[in-house]
Structures are given as C-alpha cells and as structure tokens.
C-alpha cells in the first residue's frame, strides 16, 4: 500500500470558482493529479474517487477520461444527490463518444441519503459495475459523505464490490486526515491524497437545487408525457410512502430483468392508478416494477421528503401490546413546540427547533440556512437529534451544568467519534472541568488521535473568556489565550454575534441572546439594467458590507464576459437593500428576582422570539422561589417589558404534564404573542366556550 499527496486538476466547470481563495501554501502543479488518474485509467484500472462535495472529484474524473481516446474508459457516477450525467436519485455509467458524453447505463435507486439507504446503493453500485469491460479503465465518483459511521461503512463496501486497488482521496488542506482513510487502509488498496484545487468549493444549496432540477429536465426531455399506470399491474418495492405522501415522488421505473428503464415523478396518485410524468421515449408495455423511497418535489424543488404523519399523543404501547418486563413506564403525554406553527411564521436565515417534548429536558437547535451549520443550546436530548445534525454544529451554548441541561454531553461524544473539526462550548464558570471530567470518564485506549475535540470558553464575572482545549484520548488538557469581551460577545462574526449575561439560580447560569447583522436584498432590476451577471461577487458583496469594509474593491462581471472593478460603498449603495436580522434569546433556569429579570429584558429588548422558561403557575410561587425558577406571569412580563416579537414557554414542571393549560392561561392574561402547541390551544378553546 502506498500514500502520497499530489495537486488536482483545475477546470473550468460547476465545482470550481475563480473567485474562490487558495488554501494551499505554495501552488502546486495543477496537472499532476490528472496525469497519475490518466495513467492508472490507461492500465485498464478501477479507481474510486472519495471527498466532500465540492472538492472537484467530477472534474477531475471527466477530465482524466477525455484525455484518453473515446471510449477507452468509462465513468461511473455514485452519487445521487448531484449527479455529473443522468437524472437525481440515480447512478449512471457514462462513456465518452464521438458526440460527446453518453450514459450507457442508469441505476435508479429513488433517494439522495447514500449513508441512509446505502445497501440500495452499493447493489447499484454492483449492477454497474458487473457491465464494465474488464479491458477499459473506470473511475466511480463516490458520493461526498465523508463524516461518520455511514460513511466509513459506505466507502469501505464499495471496493470488494467494484474490485478497487486504487483510491483518490480528494482534501482541501495538506495537513487534512479524512476519519474513513484508516478504514480505507485496512483493505490494503494504495490511497493517493489529492489536494483540492484553490478554486474548489462545496456549491452553495441554491446551486444544488438548480443543477438537480437541470438534471432532471434533461432526463425527461423536451416534450415528456403524462402515463397512467394501474397500480395492481405494478411490483412497488423499496421503502413505501404512507397513502397520503405518494403524490410528487420520483421513482424508478424497472424492466422484468430488474433494469431502470427511466425515473419518473407521480404528479398523482390514488388507490387504483398512479398518474406518472415520464420521458417520451419510455415504451409503457416494458414497466414491470416501481422503486420508491424518499425523494420528491417540494415546493417546485427536489429534495428529500418525509411522511406526513400525525404524531401519537403517547409515546407508551398498551400494556397488552408490551413485553414482560421488571417496570411499566408511566403514561405522559407527547406535546412538542413545533415553531412553524400557530398565526405568527419563522423569518429569517436561522430556524429554530425545541428538541423533545413540553416536558423532557432543555435543548434546543439553532440551524443556519444555507451554510450547514448548527448550533446547540444546551445537551438535554442529543439522543433525540439525527447524526447529520449533530455533525452540523459548530458551536454548542451551555446555560449550566446542572443534569437536565448537560446530561446528554455523553450522547454528542458518542455521535462525535470520526469528526475532524473541534466544536466551540461557551457556559460558565466552571464548565471547562466539567467538560474536562466527562470527556475523560471514558476509555479511549482506540481512538487514537481521532478523538472529538472541544475548544471550551468559560465565561467569568469580571468579562473574562478563559479557554481550553480537550480532547478525547488526549490526558489533560491544553490551555489556550484568554480574552477579555465587551457588551457580553462571546462570539463575533461577519453574519452572527452570540452575546451572554450571568443569571442567577443559585449557581451561575448564561441566558444567550444570537444577533443577524442587517442582511441585503438585491434590487434584481437594476442588476439587469447594470447587463451585471448575478455569481460569486454578490455573496462577497453582502459579507463585505455586513463588515463595513465599505472602502474594499470588488471585481464586478457582466452578461457578456467583461469585467470591472467597483467599490464596495458603489454597489451598496446602488444594490442592495438592508433588512434587520433576527434576535433569538434563549434564557432558562433563573429566579425572578428584580435583578435577574432586569438583565433578562435587556438581554432580549425587541427580540424575535424569546425562548424562555415557565416553569411553575402562580399557585405554587414558593416553590419557584425556593428553587430559583420563574412563575408563569414572570415570564410573560419579561417578555411584555422587553417588546418580544413572539415568546416561545418551556421547561414547564412535570407536575403540570396532565394538565398545563393554566400555566398557558397565566401567561396569556399578560403577553397575548405567545406559541401555545395545538392540543393546549385547543383545550384552551374548549375552555372559553364552556364559560
């Protein structure tokens, strides 16, 4: 086995950008990579190419081909989600003829989560590969999941499957060591590391749903036509939608002998008959069996769907439907804070989402529109947040470390194993040795130097930020420089400002405040007048000027290939159009003492949502006082006074889980803009008829 790094190709394609920095220290020969891929293709080998997306493995595999004589190799795309040739939800086997690039074959699968329904793939994967000329190189673009156990399961199954010796793993800096290599290496292939071009970059989600949609208007053709199918002549294999959720699907259709015939997309769908949208060529007498999973059109995108199910008001099976077991859960209800609910929307580029119930433990996800990035606030229930989220957060917010709000931390170490990149945690004083301690609780006698890491920032009185670094199968842990922050900013960046303040309960507990600097609209009109080509430069345009960095200069193109250079304040000025950006406070666990509520409302004036604790009705004040938590009517006169957009009560008592209308019904006599779930609304409506 061998290992090597040498530079990839630079090509002008949808995976690259000039406007992109390099990442590299020196240029390296952007040949090189083609050259080595080339000359294994030209010895009649199989090489799989691995990396994230964007990392340019498309460029560089149809490159290495054309370099060959046509049809002396042959291009297999794995993955689904962005496909080089061919429709979304499908691998292609390509070949490059006298007209230019020709799909040989197509493996429809129905589904773009390769780390999900990765045995669908790897079959896929089989049937293509079966058909290769055994004297023709071949080059599989593997899917860009390189994080986590799905990914390394993935990767490591292709190879005996394909019958791999060589693999190309694409990195974006020399120093960069991908989770999944070592899995790789035990299968004893040679591994050649490929920096990234400077110009490569992971396309943004805009772009992604244009190529797809591209990708499958191509599939279909220019004139596709509408097919009527009776659903009692069709096979339906793969992973069945409930009844309601077939409409907008893209399936596969296959042929007896199990071979895609063409995707399609269910424009409707009833009992008897599916009313497909199909490609004209498609011979109708030829379909045998339909693939379903999970992807489909949602508004006018593809994307990847999910059944549309009421959620159980339980979470407990009957005692006769149970195993025999030492202990019977008790019953609770199931009431969850679904934020896109009720008369007042989300806005914005953040969304929101409580995690669990009414009545389970503090945590709640911050997610970042367009920038696959999450942040955590609190660890109550990791077990409950899907791995690709958790493989998302950057940055995690801990009010205290009392069990409710920090217990899951074992949870996220556990989800974390494979990761590469440290996540930031901000919390108190004192969170550093718990972190510290909980990390090192474990044995990590196998992880090597592969452990997750945590860049710890321990906030004190005196506007300190004192921070460590600790990580897993590493004893002790690193000290880093410390800073001194103003106006409570813990974090500060171009597109999001974090700001704390030290409540009291007792222990020193953070409530978190997470600003948007003003965000920019484009006057797309006189863009067009302007005969200026939308790219790149406005995404730097909108950063440079949330920055103030008004005196920078920012190289403009037009529709028709020139190029200018135009001040940041100029384009501003003419462009675009500032909007506020969104203030979410996130504040828990603290008395209702005049000082608390003080900082708490200055914390969160003219928020746009406050996500605040309720924890007792009035009737039980001594209670709340004895432990340091708010009443129902605290909370809403914190929000009253601070001019809140919406107010958002959790982490009410479990003595009310029966019955927590009068927790409601307290903090509606006093703040009318409040989330209130649907059963409660309703009980709550029920109520004011009865009077």
Not at 33 to 56: F, N, Q
Not at 113 to 128: N, Q, V
Not at 339 to 357: A, W
Not at 479 to 495: A, H, K, M, Q, Y
Request: with cysteine; proline share 6%; hydrophobic share 35%.
């Amino acid at each position: 086995m061998t290992t090597s790094l040498i530079p990839a190709a630079s090509c002008d394609t949808t995976d690259v950008s000039s406007n992109m920095p390099s990442q590299q220290d020196a240029p390296l020969d952007p040949t090189d990579a083609i050259d080595h891929l080339t000359e294994l293709l030209a010895r009649h080998e199989r090489v799989l190419l691995v990396g994230a997306s964007g990392t340019g493995k498309s460029t560089l595999a149809r490159a290495a081909c054309e370099r060959l004589e046509q049809g002396a190799a042959t291009y297999i795309c794995a993955d689904p989600g962005r496909p080089a040739f061919g429709p979304p939800g499908a691998l292609t086997r390509s070949r490059l003829v006298s007209g230019g690039w020709e799909i040989q074959q197509i493996e429809g699968i129905s589904t773009m989560d390769c780390a999900r329904f990765r045995a669908p793939l790897l079959s896929a994967l089989a049937r293509l590969s079966m058909r290769c000329e055994p004297s023709e190189g071949c080059v599989i673009d593997a899917p860009g999941i390189t994080r986590g156990l799905g990914a390394i399961e993935l990767l490591a199954g292709m190879l005996p499957i394909l019958g791999c010796q060589h693999v190309l793993v694409m990195i974006r800096e020399e120093e960069e060591q991908p989770g999944f290599v070592r899995a790789l290496e035990a299968t004893g292939c040679d591994i050649t590391m490929v920096l990234a071009a400077e110009q490569a970059k992971r396309p943004s989600d805009n772009a992604r749903y244009r190529d797809r949609m591209q990708s499958w208007k191509e599939h279909l053709g220019d004139e596709p036509k509408q097919l009527t199918l009776k659903r009692e002549e069709l096979v339906c294999g793969g992973a069945l939608p409930t009844e309601s959720a077939w409409k907008d699907r893209i399936v596969a259709l296959r042929d007896r002998r199990g071979d895609t015939l063409c995707m399609a997309h269910i424009e409707d769908a009833t009992p008897l008959k599916f009313v497909l949208e199909v490609p004209a060529t498609l011979d109708a007498s030829t379909i045998h069996s339909l693939v379903v999973r999970d992807l489909g059109f949602k508004s006018d995108r593809i994307r990847t769907l999910k059944d549309r199910e009421e959620e159980p008001t339980s979470n407990i099976v009957s005692p006769e439907d149970s195993p025999n077991t030492a202990y019977t859960q008790r019953s609770k209800p199931n009431i969850r804070l679904h934020l896109g609910e009720g008369p007042i929307k989300q806005g914005g580029s953040i969304r929101s989402t409580i995690v669990g119930n009414l009545f389970e433990d503090p945590m709640v996800v911050l997610r970042l529109d367009h920038r696959q990035r999450c942040l955590f606030f609190d660890l109550g229930e990791v077990r409950q947040v899907p791995t690709r989220i958790v493989h998302q957060c950057s940055d995690i917010f801990i009010t205290h470390a009392h069990l409710d709000h920090f217990g899951d931390f074992p949870w996220l170490l556990r989800r974390m194993v494979g990761t590469v990149e440290p996540i930031r945690l901000f919390g108190p004083v004192g969170i550093s040795d718990r972190v510290d301690q909980m990390v090192h609780a474990f044995t990590w006698d196998r992880i090597e130097d592969r452990g997750p890491r945590f860049e710890v920032h321990e906030l004190h009185p005196d506007g300190t930020l004192k921070r460590c670094l600790v990580q897993a199968g590493i004893d002790g842990r690193q000290e880093l420089s410390s800073r001194v922050i103003e106006d409570g900013i813990i974090l500060d960046e171009p597109r999001l400002r974090v700001r704390a303040v030290e409540v009291d309960h007792g222990c020193p507990v953070l409530a978190y405040a997470v600003e948007e600097p003003n965000k920019f609209d484009v006057r797309g009109n006189l863009l067009k007048e302007k005969g200026w080509k939308p790219g790149p430069w406005l995404g730097e345009l909108k950063t440079l000027a949330a920055r103030r960095d008004f005196d920078m200069v920012i190289e403009v193109t037009y529709v028709d290939g020139g190029v200018e250079k135009v001040s940041v304040q100029e384009l501003a000025d003419e462009l675009l159009i500032a909007r506020p950006g969104q203030k979410i406070v996130y504040a828990t666990d603290f008395a209702g003492h005049e000082e608390n509520r003080e900082k708490v409302i200055a914390l969160a004036k003219d928020a746009d949502l406050l996500i605040c604790e309720s924890s007792f009705e009035e009737g039980d004040r001594e209670q709340a006082e004895r432990t340091g938590h708010l009443c129902a009517k605290d909370c809403a006169e914190i929000a009253r006074d601070a001019g809140v957009n919406l107010l958002v009560p959790f982490h009410l008592s479990v003595r009310y889980e029966h019955d927590p209308t009068q927790v409601y019904r307290e903090i509606l006599e006093v703040f009318d803009r409040v989330h209130v779930p649907q059963p409660i609304y309703e009980e709550l409506l029920e109520g004011k008829q009865a009077q």
